[in-house]
């Protein structure tokens, strides 16, 4: 019949709602640009906050891998952890060479690795151990260390540095460096009279490993060799083939991290190590310890986020705003839509799909913004931070935040929908009377 071709012409000429919402975007893109730069600009905070939170936790949980339990003298486990692996405060006390051996030789063990802590050389801390270190200690997903220039030491008075401190400090291989004693940026107690070379430059790891020189066991009971009250009153000749050298043996080291045979009897070996007759010390696993420890800093976490979701939910708002004000300027448009046959539900729809459409638009680029900044900076991150930085965002989390972002501009935008359907409506109903 002639009315039902007349309604079939009508609703072909009613334009796709993707299509109308563009063309209004469009026709409104001064404000909506702003708009959208500042969502942008809040997306790139959400995800940026919560990629680098979420890295740095793995970063930190993974300094140190494959290692089933790390052994020193009683204390916290927090502080054994602290000052072993991350090089921060000083030993409460130290534990006889006699106790590493007897530890070391228990059939369980698989491999030790001996610590020596206490020097530094210009603010970087030195760790004395030996070339089980290289052999067996891992970071990350059990990536074993590479030494990118040299090898490793052979020799008592040579030494093996991290890459930040060979990089910051401008170390080359053969340079001679003098180690100081304490842990200080200053130092006037220096082992000026012991010099050791530099035989090894290690690759980056995202570590403390990067931050610390290594060098020999023997190394560092050369240098303290004749001290009694801050005074020595002996020493070793500075002759570097001096075969005396090679027979020092320490007396007392710092810490030890153990490899078992058998993972399942680290409760057992760590139960016998507590109660180790010779002297108190604490065996502790680092995975749990380095949990614990990431609890402990987590206030610092949740802070960060709740200060980038409340950036974010300001950006929504303020795009709730800008689609409410412009209703004014908009009523014959929507008058316009009505007049073609668009159901109020169409004009509410329409709305809500300009909202989405920014807020995905602002998602898109704000994770952009974001990968980029990473691509330039992550070379910076890694020297500056020690922070190993993957450029594209892919925690679960981000993926969550964004599907809040998108439910929240949806819920906002319903405001200024609303009133736009009521509008609609009741130019309907005017028209209807």
Same mark, same amino acid.
């Not at 997306?43 to 793995?58: F, S």
């Not at 030494?147 to 170390?171: K, R, W």
């Not at 800008?322 to 073609?340: G, K, P, T």
């Given at each position: 019949?002639?009315?039902?071709?007349?309604?079939?012409?009508?609703?072909?000429?009613?334009?796709?709602?993707?299509?109308?919402?563009?063309?209004?975007?469009?026709?409104?893109?001064?404000?909506?640009?702003?708009?959208?730069?500042?969502?942008?600009?809040?997306?790139?905070?959400?995800?940026?906050?919560?990629?680098?939170?979420?890295?740095?936790?793995?970063?930190?949980?993974?300094?140190?891998?494959?290692?089933?339990?790390?052994?020193?003298?009683?204390?916290?486990?927090?502080?054994?952890?602290?000052?072993?692996?991350?090089?921060?405060?000083?030993?409460?006390?130290?534990?006889?060479?006699?106790?590493?051996?007897?530890?070391?030789?228990?059939?369980?063990?698989?491999?030790?690795?001996?610590?020596?802590?206490?020097?530094?050389?210009?603010?970087?801390?030195?760790?004395?151990?030996?070339?089980?270190?290289?052999?067996?200690?891992?970071?990350?997903?059990?990536?074993?260390?590479?030494?990118?220039?040299?090898?490793?030491?052979?020799?008592?008075?040579?030494?093996?540095?991290?890459?930040?401190?060979?990089?910051?400090?401008?170390?080359?291989?053969?340079?001679?460096?003098?180690?100081?004693?304490?842990?200080?940026?200053?130092?006037?107690?220096?082992?000026?009279?012991?010099?050791?070379?530099?035989?090894?430059?290690?690759?980056?790891?995202?570590?403390?490993?990067?931050?610390?020189?290594?060098?020999?066991?023997?190394?560092?009971?050369?240098?303290?060799?004749?001290?009694?009250?801050?005074?020595?009153?002996?020493?070793?000749?500075?002759?570097?083939?001096?075969?005396?050298?090679?027979?020092?043996?320490?007396?007392?080291?710092?810490?030890?991290?153990?490899?078992?045979?058998?993972?399942?009897?680290?409760?057992?070996?760590?139960?016998?190590?507590?109660?180790?007759?010779?002297?108190?010390?604490?065996?502790?696993?680092?995975?749990?310890?380095?949990?614990?420890?990431?609890?402990?800093?987590?206030?610092?976490?949740?802070? /960060?986020?709740? @200060?980038?979701?409340? $950036?974010? =939910? #300001?950006? %929504?708002?303020? *795009?709730?705003?800008?689609?409410?004000?412009? +209703?004014?300027?908009?009523?014959?448009?929507?008058?316009?839509?009505?007049?073609?046959?668009?159901?109020?539900?169409?004009?509410?729809?329409?709305?809500? /799909?300009?909202? @989405?459409?920014?807020? $995905?638009? =602002? #998602?898109? %680029?704000?994770? *952009?913004?974001?990968?980029?900044?990473?691509? +330039?900076?992550?070379?910076?991150?890694?020297?500056?931070?020690?922070?190993?930085?993957?450029?594209?965002?892919?925690?679960?989390?981000?993926?969550?935040? /964004?599907?809040?972002?998108?439910?929240?501009?949806?819920?906002?935008? %319903?405001?200024?929908?609303?009133?736009?359907?009521?509008?609609? +409506?009741?130019?309907?109903?005017?028209?209807?009377?």
């Amino acid at each position: 019949t002639p009315r039902l071709d007349q309604a079939r012409q009508v609703r072909q000429a009613r334009p796709a709602m993707f299509e109308v919402a563009l063309s209004s975007l469009w026709s409104r893109r001064g404000s909506v640009m702003l708009t959208l730069i500042s969502l942008t600009i809040s997306m790139a905070i959400v995800i940026g906050v919560e990629h680098v939170r979420a890295q740095a936790e793995n970063s930190f949980v993974r300094t140190v891998s494959s290692v089933d339990l790390l052994v020193g003298a009683r204390t916290s486990q927090i502080n054994l952890l602290l000052y072993s692996v991350f090089r921060i405060g000083s030993p409460t006390n130290n534990i006889r060479w006699q106790s590493f051996e007897d530890i070391a030789e228990r059939q369980e063990v698989a491999w030790a690795i001996p610590f020596s802590l206490g020097d530094s050389h210009r603010g970087y801390r030195v760790l004395g151990t030996n070339t089980d270190y290289f052999d067996h200690f891992r970071y990350g997903d059990a990536e074993s260390l590479r030494i990118a220039e040299g090898e490793a030491f052979d020799h008592p008075l040579e030494a093996v540095l991290g890459s930040e401190v060979a990089a910051t400090l401008g170390y080359t291989l053969d340079v001679e460096i003098e180690l100081a004693h304490g842990i200080g940026n200053t130092s006037f107690v220096n082992h000026d009279h012991l010099p050791f070379t530099v035989s090894g430059i290690l690759a980056p790891t995202g570590t403390p490993v990067d931050r610390t020189i290594h060098v020999t066991l023997e190394g560092i009971e050369a240098i303290h060799l004749g001290w009694q009250n801050g005074v020595q009153v002996a020493a070793l000749s500075p002759d570097a083939d001096d075969p005396r050298l090679a027979q020092l043996q320490p007396e007392q080291i710092t810490a030890v991290l153990l490899g078992l045979e058998n993972p399942m009897a680290v409760f057992s070996l760590q139960r016998a190590i507590n109660n180790y007759p010779g002297e108190p010390l604490s065996a502790i696993l680092p995975a749990v310890a380095l949990g614990e420890l990431w609890q402990i800093i987590g206030s610092l976490e949740n802070l /960060l986020r709740v @200060i980038s979701i409340l $950036v974010l =939910a #300001a950006s %929504l708002l303020g *795009l709730s705003t800008m689609l409410l004000s412009s +209703l004014r300027e908009r009523r014959r448009e929507l008058a316009l839509y009505r007049a073609i046959g668009a159901h109020p539900v169409f004009i509410l729809c329409l709305i809500e /799909l300009e909202a @989405i459409t920014v807020t $995905v638009v =602002a #998602a898109v %680029l704000g994770y *952009l913004m974001v990968a980029v900044g990473f691509a +330039l900076t992550q070379d910076w991150l890694s020297e500056s931070f020690a922070l190993v930085i993957e450029v594209w965002p892919s925690t679960p989390g981000i993926w969550l935040y /964004l599907a809040g972002a998108m439910l929240a501009s949806l819920v906002l935008t %319903l405001i200024p929908a609303s009133i736009a359907y009521k509008r609609s +409506l009741g130019s309907a109903l005017q028209s209807a009377a």
